[in-house]
């Protein structure tokens, strides 16, 4: 039987090369690719998230394990394609004009990926005009904001005011994270929720595309 807490701590040691070998060998063994990558890869990455919160854990550490379960799920998503791959709704992520941080937004986006959704990520920096062209050239149902820095908190209230404007505010839900915002932020300036790690930022997109198709009935 293969054990995928050795998969989850070669992510947590960083090691990307073990992380290839052990995530071929859960593949021969027939795991399911999703529980590979959820029990295996993203549970290594939980811990290196949780360690990271309370010090245990430094930026380049960080790095070194994102890379390494990113080399892992490289090998595990073909697998995926087609099969439970299904979209389940796209999905437009970028970090906010002004700011360069993508780790946190890069394993939401990836998060959101492996769980069903159609992912653009746009990347760093994102003016809220390339926003809304991302969402209504994708038919995108969330667009998902990250910021940083409190000075570039404020892009995502333009990003959100943008949307009113062109007149898709309400075809689209808008979630927003990173480290200074909160729930309260959130709500001062109208977006529909805020999430604090990968985990919850999959159960409130879920969430709030439920909510959606209730609505439209
Ligand atoms: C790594 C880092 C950098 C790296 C970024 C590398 C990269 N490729 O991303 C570099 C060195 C480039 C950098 C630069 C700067 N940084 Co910096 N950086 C950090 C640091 C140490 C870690 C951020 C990180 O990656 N965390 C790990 C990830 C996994 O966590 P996370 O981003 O919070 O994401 C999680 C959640 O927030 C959430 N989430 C994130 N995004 C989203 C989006 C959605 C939609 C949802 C639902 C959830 C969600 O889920 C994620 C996964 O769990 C933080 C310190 C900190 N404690 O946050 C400072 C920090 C953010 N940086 C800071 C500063 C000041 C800067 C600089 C201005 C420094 C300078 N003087 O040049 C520049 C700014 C550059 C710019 N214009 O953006 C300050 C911000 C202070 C403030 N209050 O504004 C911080 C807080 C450090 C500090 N204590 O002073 N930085």
Known sequence: MFDLTSLGNSVIEGDDEQVRVLTNQAISANIEPLVIINEGLIG??????????????FVPEVLMSARA???????????LAGGEMTNKGTVVIGTVKGDLHDIGKSLVGMMLECSG???????????PEEFIAAIKEND????????????????????????????IRDKVKVVIGGA????????????????????????????LLLDATMVAR
Do not use: H, W
């Not at 290594?44 to 919160?53: A, D, H, I, L, S």
């Open 180 to 207: 200074p915002i909160s729930q309260e932020f959130s709500d001062q300036i109208g977006a529909d929720g805020y999430a604090g790690d990968a985990a919850a930022a999959v159960e409130l997109v879920a969430k």
């Open 117 to 127: 959704y159609k992912v653009i990520d746009l990347g760093v920096d994102i003016s």
């Open 69 to 79: 379960m990113n080399a892992g799920i490289e090998l595990v998503k073909p697998l």
């Open 140 to 167: 995108g149902k969330i667009l998902a904001l990250s910021a940083l820095l409190t000075t570039t908190m404020l892009a995502m209230k333009s990003t959100i005011d943008e949307c009113l404007e062109q007149g």
């Open 44 to 57: 290594g990455m939980n811990v290196v998230g949780q360690r990271f919160k309370v010090n245990d854990m």
